[in-house]
C-alpha cells in the first residue's frame, strides 16, 4: 500500500497547473490533513484506536508524533520546495514510500532481532 500511495499522489501531479503559484501548497492538501490528524491522536488529544494500531508497531498513540508525522512532514515539505523544479522531489517521494513499503513487509517477515544500534 505504501508503495501504490506514493505513486498516485505522483500521479496526481499533472492535474494541477505549473504556471499556478498556489499548486505547491494545494497538491499535499490532503497529506496535512492527515499531519494535522496524526498530531492530535499523537498528542492524545482525540481517541482513535484504529489509526494506532494500523499505524504504529507498538499500540502507543505517541508513536504517531515520530516515524508517520516526519514521514509526512517529508513528502509535504519535498512537495512545496521542489514542485515540478527538480527531479529531487520525485525521488524522494519515491525513495519514501518505496523504503516504507519495503521495510514494514521485510522487517515483520525476517527480522526478529534488533540491532544494537537501532534499540
Do not use: Q
Request: charged share 10%; net charge neutral.
Amino acid at each position: 500500500m505504501h508503495i501504490t500511495v506514493g505513486l498516485v499522489y505522483l500521479l496526481m501531479w499533472p492535474l494541477f497547473s505549473s504556471d499556478d503559484v498556489y499548486a505547491p501548497f494545494l497538491a499535499p492538501l490532503i497529506i496535512v490533513i492527515n499531519i494535522i490528524k496524526v498530531t492530535v491522536i499523537g498528542l492524545g488529544v482525540v481517541k482513535d484506536e484504529g489509526v494506532v494500531n494500523s499505524m504504529t508497531r507498538h499500540g502507543d498513540y505517541r508513536e504517531l508524533l515520530k516515524g508517520p508525522l516526519y514521514y509526512a512532514c517529508a513528502i509535504t515539505l519535498t512537495t512545496i520546495v521542489f514542485w515540478r523544479t527538480s527531479p529531487i522531489s520525485i525521488a524522494v517521494i519515491c525513495n519514501l514510500c518505496a523504503g516504507d513499503g519495503i521495510s514494514s513487509s521485510s522487517s515483520s517477515s525476517c527480522c526478529h532481532y534488533k540491532l544494537f544500534l537501532f534499540a
